[in-house]
């Protein structure tokens, strides 16, 4: 199991940015996807942005253009970098990380951390 620890959210005002950062337990080169859910209140987890162990990313709709996944190897970590954020990125937003066990796909998640956008 990978474990996945979430930093970096918090209050900021609508236009504001904020970078998530996730740190993994294991070395993530050796993972096939890494990425971001999140949350909102009331609704359903939804993909924000993932990445491959190849660089190849894919982002929402919703935030293209706004957000900006990457991912450092050699330190084990991925960030989100949010810019221009609107209210409705307000959620708990999600680590995610996919990879081969040797027999099976596996999938490990964070605890979340918490971003609100205020108006």
């Known amino acids: 199991q990978v474990q996945l620890v979430e930093s970096g959210g918090g209050l900021v005002q609508a236009g504001g940015s904020l970078r998530l950062s996730c740190a993994a337990s294991?070395?993530?080169?050796?993972?096939?996807?890494m990425g971001w859910y999140r949350q909102g209140p009331g609704k359903q987890r939804e993909l924000v942005a993932t990445i491959s162990n190849g660089g190849d990313t894919n982002n929402a709709d919703s935030v293209k253009g706004r957000f900006t996944i990457s991912r450092d190897n050699a330190k084990n970590l991925v960030y989100l970098q949010m810019n221009s954020l609107k209210p409705e990125d307000t959620a708990v937003y999600y680590c995610?990380?996919?990879?081969?066990?040797?027999?099976?796909?596996?999938?490990?998640w964070g605890q979340g951390t918490q971003v609100t956008v205020s108006s």
């Open positions: 995610y990380a996919k990879y081969w066990s040797g027999y099976k796909f596996v999938e490990d």
């Open positions: 294991a070395r993530i080169f050796s993972i096939n996807v």
